[in-house]
């Protein structure tokens, strides 16, 4: 059998000017897969905010407020309030609550806050009004939840509700016990509470983060439907 020379399996060696153009190549692709495994903040902070905006809802219907005799039982509903104060550190954050045990002020005591399910000593708060859930004192001391605020974990720098979802400035979506979502804040409603304020157009919320990524979150009308747009 004839032999085939050794010459025939080898490839003569890289030029110069292939090399370059390999190494050109490989920073290309290199650009592209940093960019693909760049983390997302704002989706991500979306995806958290989502499962909350459900708990919140899972709680009004499990924890209908209503109260023979009381024409105010309706402003105890669950809602979830987003703020940027002081109190937050003066970042985007939220907060679930029921506004029930301080005379329905509008704003959640610590009486009034959701415990964490999965650690029942901490609160559902990224910052609140009371002087012990203050996100700017001694972290040892804070009994809310840091994840809770998005401009502290997320970098999310503004948070924006479409008009839809929105009443005279206020930023709080609440649910009746039977998932449907309201707008605006119970505690000022002059109506009776048959005319509560359902939201009947599609509710978004828009959250930008540091780097200018956005993501859309969708609420639907009567469902309560809470996704993701992008």
Not at 14 to 35: D, H, N, R, Y
Not at 83 to 107: C, E, I, P, R
Request: glycine share 6%.
């Amino acid at each position: 059998m004839k032999k085939i020379p050794q010459t025939h399996f080898f490839n003569k060696a890289f030029t110069m000017l292939e090399l370059v153009f390999v190494i050109i190549v490989i920073g290309i692709l290199s650009t592209f897969l940093l960019q693909e495994t760049k983390r997302n903040m704002a989706y991500e902070a979306a995806t958290q905010l989502v499962s909350h905006i459900r708990y919140t809802q899972h709680l009004a219907m499990v924890d209908d407020r209503f109260a023979a005799g009381d024409n105010g039982w309706f402003k105890e509903r669950w809602t979830i309030i987003f703020n940027n104060a002081l109190y937050t550190n003066n970042k985007q954050a939220y907060t679930l609550f029921s506004d029930g045990q301080a005379g329905n002020a509008g704003n959640p005591d610590i009486a009034e806050i959701a415990n964490n399910p999965q650690d029942l000593s901490r609160l559902m708060t990224g910052g609140a009004t009371g002087s012990d859930i203050r996100l700017d004192i001694r972290e040892d001391t804070f009994i809310g939840m840091k994840e809770l605020n998005l401009g502290e974990k997320f970098d999310i720098e503004d948070l924006v509700l479409s008009s839809a979802c929105s009443f005279s400035g206020s930023k709080r979506i609440s649910f009746d016990h039977l998932g449907r979502p309201l707008k605006g804040n119970l505690s000022s409603y002059s109506e009776a509470y048959e005319n509560h304020r359902l939201i009947t157009d599609q509710c978004t919320i828009t959250l930008t983060d540091a780097d200018g990524e956005e993501a859309v979150i969708a609420i639907e009308p009567e469902t309560g439907y809470v996704h993701i747009l992008n």
